[in-house]
């Protein structure tokens, strides 16, 4: 007996076995592992298979048969959690299969990471390979992205004169996610502040995602307060 067998797809249980038998005598029986019978057999998973070929004299012929597979499995990674402020390390990442057979392995590209998803992740770029129960496998990259990171610019104008309240200061921010809450420790709740005497400032801005940063701004006045004294004389006649 001859066996020709055919590979079967990832993602498909398609393999073939096709055996062909010469010699003896007819009425042949042609058993295959024990779980399928005759000459043409389809639907088999990758592996080994036995097949026995017995004629009407009860002479028998065995031979191994191998399906393996070809193809890739479909592998993509959603990203279920995002990274809300820079510097963070809380994206998740989930990997899946879309054509293979449960069970499934993983394994990411960060060391020792073997489960369906992947948690703690900062900015960065991820692979992931998973593997089926037939030896099947597949890949997949993913970007991870975060904000920019929030940053505060202060302009400011000082007291003119000592004593006065006519100092500003003046916020502009970059990064983050608009739009931004603005709380100043004296009370205001905007990027521009008037009517400052002299003193120290700090201001807290937080971005649409929570994140926050503060920064603080000195107002200064002159040292000295200005002192007008006047001497005066007479006319002579």
């Known amino acids: 007996a001859s066996d020709v067998y055919k590979r079967q797809e990832c993602g498909f249980l398609d393999g073939e076995i096709i055996t062909n038998v010469s010699g003896g005598t007819g ?5 295959i592992s024990g779980s399928y019978s005759g000459d043409h057999v389809t639907g088999l998973p990758p592996g080994d298979y036995t097949v026995t070929v017995t004629d009407a004299n009860g002479c028998t012929d065995v031979s191994i048969a191998t399906v393996g597979f070809f193809g890739a499995g479909t592998v993509t990674i959603t990203q279920l959690q995002d990274i809300l402020c820079y510097g963070q ?7 899946e299969m879309t054509n293979g057979t449960l ?6 590209s960060v060391p020792g990471q073997v489960e369906q998803n992947l948690s703690g992740v900062g900015e960065g770029t991820y692979s992931v390979s998973i593997t089926d129960a037939w ?10 992205t975060q904000p920019d990171m929030l940053t505060v610019n202060i302009e400011k104008q000082d007291v003119l004169c000592r004593g006065q309240n006519n100092g500003w200061a003046r916020v502009s921010v970059a990064g983050g996610i608009a739009p931004y809450v ?7 709740n905007s990027s521009h502040v008037s009517n400052l005497a002299a003193g120290t400032y700090s201001i807290t801005v937080q971005d649409l995602n ?4 503060t920064e603080v701004v000195v107002i ?17 006649c």
């Open 27 to 31: 009425g042949y029986t042609i058993d």
């Open 89 to 95: 390390t809380t994206a998740v990442l989930q990997a």
């Open 103 to 108: 069970p499934y392995s993983y394994a990411w």
């Open 135 to 144: 030896g099947c496998s597949g890949e997949a990259t993913y970007v991870v």
């Open 182 to 188: 603005y709380t100043w420790d004296h009370g205001p």
């Open 210 to 213: 929570g994140c926050s940063v």
């Open 220 to 236: 200064n006045q002159p040292e000295k307060i200005l002192d007008l004294n006047v001497t005066t004389s007479n006319v002579s």
